[in-house]
T-cell receptor, first 116, second 109 residues
Framework: ETGVTQSPTHLIKTRGQQVTLRCSSQSGHNTVSWYQQALGQGPQFIFQYYREEENGRGNFPPRFSGLQFPNYSSELNVNALELDDSALYLC???????????????FGPGTRLTVL | ELKVEQNPLFLSMQEGKNYTIYCNYSTTSDRLYWYRQDPGKSLESLFVLLSNGAVKQEGRLMASLDTKARLSTLHITAAVHDLSATYFCAVAGTYKYIFGTGTRLKVLA
């Protein structure tokens, strides 16, 4: 069984640029969530994708956007990068979102984004 | 809105000692998770607690959940240096996890 994978591992961008981060869900999972973890803080929920549509969103501005593809992989796009966007971005996948069935989220290794 | 608080934020303890990390949350949830994170790394799942009164143990770590008190504890028994890391609890909402602030644990030889 293949776990959650993310690419790239590290990324350095400058303020104002745009970035795309990628995530492949664990085998059998159809739901992907993205979290931002700033240095010294807990992960913060950005949004979740289920069946290629946004299923829920945290308190992040519209310049954070995403996509989910038919194979359940996902992209996180951030436009007009700001210094505060520097963080570890974690992707998590799980089976069937929004049901009462136990459906633990499994986290990927993360992408470290540095904005200069 | 669901809020999760952990304490202490920082914990420095001697090897061989016992200590407890507390995780309080503000609204009803019956799913709580504990993670370990080493510097620069992703989250490592430690425990999944799914019901009131759940208790799980792995090595020197034991986690429990009291949904009525909205409290989970992570107890460390006879700490060793290898347990030095940051520990997070996370409470499951409808579609997202809400993480605590984390407890940075340093075990001194």
């Amino acid at each position: 069984e293949t776990g959650v994978t993310q690419s790239p591992t590290h990324l350095i961008k400058t303020r104002g640029q745009q970035v795309t981060l990628r995530c492949s869900s664990q085998s059998g999972h159809n739901t992907v969530s993205w979290y931002q973890q700033a240095l010294g803080q807990g992960p913060q929920f950005i949004f979740q994708y289920y069946r290629e549509e946004e299923n829920g969103r945290g308190n992040f501005p519209p310049r954070f956007s995403g996509l989910q593809f038919p194979n359940y992989s996902s992209e996180l796009n951030v436009n007009a990068l700001e210094l505060d966007d520097s963080a570890l971005y974690l992707c998590a996948s799980n089976k069937e979102a929004g049901t009462s069935v136990y459906n633990e989220q499994f986290f990927g290794p993360g992408t470290r984004l540095t904005v200069l | 809105e669901l809020k999760v608080e952990q304490n202490p934020l920082f914990l420095s303890m001697q090897e061989g000692k016992n200590y407890t990390i507390y995780c309080n949350y503000s609204t009803t949830s019956d799913r709580l998770y504990w993670y370990r994170q080493d510097p620069g790394k992703s989250l490592e799942s430690l425990f999944v607690l799914l019901s009131n009164g759940a208790v799980k143990q792995e090595g020197r770590l034991m986690a429990s959940l009291d949904t009525k008190a909205r409290l989970s504890t992570l107890h460390i028994t006879a700490a060793v240096h290898d347990l030095s890391a940051t520990y997070f609890c996370a409470v499951a909402g409808t579609y997202k996890y809400i993480f605590g602030t984390g407890t940075r644990l340093k075990v001194l030889a």
